[in-house]
């Protein structure tokens, strides 16, 4: 469910990456290899960062193949740090609020996979948001609330620390309530500056995740490839799955493994542990209420 | 902000009462005379008891004007009840879980008005429902968490009491949270056999709502409309804003104000009176969560 | 490119064809398996007769398979002929204008194929539409096109012999332009009293078309399918591709073949032969307009 | 029925004009002060020069003023040329391929207006345009006829002579035809160097058509106004009607007239006269069509 990419490095019309990039994100919206379902064609979402006060934002429910806008907006508009999302909705509806990327201030988050059983950790889940971010869940999936935990959590502050701290709790909660196998996917995240992914299952093989090799070594390796030759040196593509089929040219990321870029320092990895965690276990009601 | 519409008598082409009347619910979207605002384009729905189970639903976030489907759905369907509902969105987004009628089951429910500072009771408010039906709460609305107050207390038993115990309630935890002029607004339910209308606002004057007059009153007054001939000896009509000018043929709801519809028995109007609760007060965070 | 399905028979809720059948057409705008393209999810369109004037027709540019109102429409309107189609669109535009059915007056018409190289060849085919039908292309599909080219032809007269002398146009036409195996693809055309379906190639093999079995048949070889248990003695479907792998249940249509269905006389097949016609060219250019 | 503007000037986030400016074109979609409609909420369109290949195009069906899409794009691209426009339909239907502006190459048209009894004349207009543009014209409204027309008599070479030849050329249609008042609007063309405007009715007041004046004028009439002090010596727009009361900062342009803005010119205006033409007269039916 759901096809995601980061791009990180030199200014590059938007275009470039998304549609003129063999079996690149939009035709993954069409035709994925190796996600969980082949379609992913319920809206998506463009997060870029570039002219302008924050991350603009563009979504939509029509699929990523067929939006003219996109296209339009694509080869319109230059960015060197966007995120791109491909939705297939499971369960809630197919509207732009439940597009990725979601946004907060600087910050974008993408989501590929689930929290299992949602409906029974919803609200126990939505009051532990800080109570001043509760309103700001606009949409319905449960993507946007991780993302809301993770803020409530210190994402601002340190993003991976703050999705160990989510995971933990999350999986804490689900425990509590009979829930298995509570978290499952890939996360990204940006403010715009960095750019940090993490790869995580609670239990069993977490959703795919790429990065792109170091620069030198894929031009070497595809020396007539044009489009290779002219990426830059801190030029980097985090990706649920390799735009084409380049041996060397994509590294998976291993499972548990938090990714970090940063301007000048390449791919950093790190291994991800959700952090231990009482579970956030609602009242089961007001006690105002009663018929 | 809304103006909304329900038919209550003999099926019908619901596209007689929505296109063919003149200034219908459809006219109102464009230009309302009555309404907050001159505008009604941000959505609309259409909620229609017939053939299947349930109501049916049609909603859309384009403007009800320029719909050809609601123009389609209209013309083609007969219905002896419906409730339908356009929108001008204050705040919230634009998508169609924002969209009136919200169902539950076999109840429709209908808002013309607001709660106000609804960003400062959003948590409180969802807090006190019955987290049975926590999940269910798709949009972004004030209108939605109301109805889903008024399923938990009570609605699908005494739909009129049900909404004095939620207003009540909105208006215990209003004050609490130093939140003036809580509830403003006209309300619209139906389970498919009943109707109920609700005219009503914390101070001030609520929104407009009327109730066409008994049917051989109109016949009488206008002898010459066909269409107003045509109206059989049960049907009702209770809107916003009336249709047309026509002296005579509608009935003002008074302010604080019920109005039940039942086959056979005519107009039931009785006074609404918010029922004493206490306040629905979250408290302030899952103790479980410190960063 | 496309999927249609049309339903012949009782009057049932549309639902019951639509979502509740396994691989039902709306499925296959997921997945199909014998189309040309394996997603169908450029938008959609269903046309029900039923209550109200002439069909109803209700279309959508988001993919059949995630569209809540269709659910709504299908789950609450029972006919006794529909006709629905799911769209992969191949260069024109995804919008409303371009789903299928397309209508006229009392008439509905799909088409899963396409007219080969149409941007050379859909100047001469408007200039040789009844002029007055010319203003009624709305959209930009060559279905459209073909549509109102069988009009002009007599389809209202005679629906399989109008086909046959639009084939035989737009093959002329081809052949002066220039243009190789002209048309493809099966269509369905419906005025809610009968309904007829043609399967035919200019050359090579035409797309699939499948009507089910007599229903006897059918209930003799699945006598435990509840389902199929409930069709009555004049229910029938006519679809690209069959909803299930039930041997015996489907019969495919062959190639060069017409197929006609009327209320009481069962299923009337017959060759479907273009008629010879003289290429319909229109002039270069306007003689008033030069620069 | 439309309002349009034009930015022509300095590098802008769009946002700056669109947004927040008081009664801006999107406050003009809600409520336009000298239209012949006061609501435009049939869809909008934005093309702009930027980055990327030619003019990027942004159009959706949504009200202007309620697309959060269009927020995010007007917030976060850089723009020293664009056209807005915003619509109220008036027969044909809403979807993208009818919103302004069209494109054709680095070319944008956007019109506030109409050709009167369209449907009479689509026909003969478009056997009038060159054939390699036929089916280029992928909606159904009569601006893009328009817009096409006018490529095929010159646009690319000299707007204002080429838009003079296409009005002669519908008025003398129009006249065989029968049709009176041909044409009525303002029309706006850019090249992405150039902006050119026209304001023209074929009998009566054309729609109304404002230019900003001479930005040192501006400044000295509003020396405490901070949006106007920032205004470059070369910037202007073109609107519909003025964003604001601000007597002395917009000129009305004469009925009959055109308008052309080119870097560091200023604003030349001359008479717009509609070159004689024949008719345009498509032959009744190709002669190779008979039932």
């Given at each position: 469910m759901c096809r995601w990419m980061g791009w990180f490095g030199q200014p590059v019309l938007i275009d470039e990456v998304l549609f003129k990039t063999p079996h690149g994100i939009v035709d993954q919206s069409l035709l994925s290899r190796m996600g969980a379902e082949p379609t992913n064609g319920d809206g998506f979402g463009l997060g870029w960062y570039g002219a302008g006060d924050g991350p603009g934002v563009y979504r939509s429910v029509e699929p990523a193949w067929g939006d003219a806008n996109l296209r339009e907006i694509a080869g319109h508009v230059e960015s060197p740090l966007f995120l791109t999302h491909v939705r297939a909705a499971i369960g809630s509806p197919v509207q732009e609020t439940n597009c990725h990327p979601f946004r907060h201030g600087r910050w974008l988050f993408v989501h590929n996979g689930f929290i299992a059983d949602f409906h029974l950790l919803r609200r126990d889940l939505m009051f532990a948001l800080d109570p001043e971010l509760f309103?700001?869940?606009?949409?319905?999936t449960d993507s946007e609330v991780v993302f809301h935990l993770a803020l409530t959590l210190g994402l601002e502050q340190d993003p991976i620390a703050a999705l160990e701290r989510t995971t933990g709790l999350i999986e804490a909660t689900a425990e509590r309530r009979g829930v298995k196998d509570a978290v499952q996917g890939s996360f990204g995240v940006s403010d715009g500056v960095g750019l940090w992914a993490v790869r995580y299952a609670t239990s069993g093989q977490p959703r795919s995740l790429f990065a792109s090799a170091d620069v030198e070594t894929v031009r070497g390796l595809y020396p007539d490839n044009e489009r290779l030759q002219k990426l830059g040196h801190d030029d980097r593509l985090i990706v649920s799955e390799p735009f084409s089929d380049l041996p060397g040219a994509w590294h998976e990321i291993p499972p548990s493994t938090a990714v970090t870029l940063r301007r000048g320092e390449g791919v950093e990895m790190r291994p991800f542990r959700p952090a231990p965690a009482a579970p956030a276990v609602a009242p089961e009601r007001s006690p105002a209420v009663s018929v």
């Open positions: 309103p700001e869940v606009r949409g319905s």
